[in-house]
């Protein structure tokens, strides 16, 4: 018997970097600083609240959109340090992670033949789900200076055409760990401000932004609020990157389209989480204090690498550390990684992972969202390369 012929709806995808490097890492007894999960657990109190909904009985269904308390919490959320007032019932919809909030937004608003403007280095997900609606990306990479990457607007505006349909940003930055800040937004709003296009804004790491600077997120701003889908994600939030829950705020009419999707790609999202993430969300203290949480451990590790042969970027927000490393091998990216996992027993990620033709920068991206012990065990062995 002969399995049939299956034409891949993406045959230039295969295993993922982190995937590979996390293997590496169990292989070779790596201390893991490449994929990008805590290695500590949650609020105990979370986890409680969890469990009482499912003693309570909420284990059914709930709403296609969400579960009702926790779409006015998240309203709330969002009008308190944003200033934008989202309707909970008409402009908040729980996702099965950020992942699944971005592939439903692309999918409700991208028709073959769209082209969809992506900003690299970029998440993985951004291009499969571009090219699984039919549509085409549009690439346009981040300058690289002594400050570190930005985002180059001349250069985003000029590859609009008539058949852009979404541009797609990411703040604070995975894998770089730059910001945009208010200047950048307004550049943005520029660029779309009398067309149809939209805007996807990935914001799961809100709640890392360092030194004092405040998220500059898309619902600030009342040109780009109007057009954008903005995700995010408790994953990220409160160090269960495992329940796979986040959420898409959006106007109503472009919520109503990404419901359609979502309906019948995931339909809704887990009962009784959803019902202790709203009670925990009663209390703001562990997410305004999460900067400050994450900003000791983003100074301990660059502290642990000053001196080191490794040169730092700026890391002004999310839980990762890009460095340079031509002071210590002229390998390709890819190449240093797996030596430094297989030979100094530290896992990274090579940052040229992140482009569509992997581009060559001598750079590779550590994750410090690990107990401090686990860093310094790190920092141990990065010293001594």
Known sequence: MTTPV???????????????????????????????????GCDPQLLDMVNDAMRAGLNQYPPMAGAAPLREAIAAKIATLYGHAYDANTEITVTAGATQGIITAILCAVHPGDEVIV?????????PSIQLAGGVAVTVQMRLGEAGYSVPW??????????????????????????????????????????????????????MVYDGEQHASVSRHPV???????????????????????Y???????????????????????TPMQH?????????????????????????????LEGSRFTLLPADGTYFQCVRYEGISDLGESEFAQWLTREIKVAAIPVSAFYSTPKESGIVRFCFAKQNETLRSALERLREV
């Open 6 to 40: 299956l034409q891949s709806r993406l045959p230039a995808v295969g295993t993922t970097v982190f995937t590979l490097m996390s293997a590496l890492a169990t292989e070779h007894g790596a201390v893991n600083l490449g994929q990008g999960f805590p290695d500590f």
């Open 248 to 270: 898409v705020a959006a106007p109503a009419a472009l919520s109503a389209e990404f419901r359609k999707v979502h309906q019948y790609n995931v339909f809704t999202v887990n």
């Open 224 to 246: 780009l609020a109007e057009r954008a889908f903005v995700v995010s994600s408790f994953g990220k939030t409160y160090h269960v990157t495992g329940w796979k829950v986040g």
């Open 119 to 127: 900003i690299e280095p970029a998440y993985d997900s951004y291009r």
């Open 154 to 207: 001349d250069q985003i505006a000029a590859a609009v055409t008539p058949r852009t349909r979404m541009i797609v940003i990411n703040t604070p930055h995975n894998p770089t760990g730059s910001i945009l800040r208010a200047a950048d937004l307004d550049a943005l709003a520029s660029i779309v401000a009398g067309t149809d296009i939209l805007v996807l804004s990935d914001e799961v790491y809100e709640h």
């Open 276 to 304: 202790g993430l709203a009670g925990y969300m009663r209390d703001p203290a562990p997410y305004v204090e999460l900067p400050a949480f994450y900003q000791r451990k983003r100074d301990l590790f660059r502290a642990g």
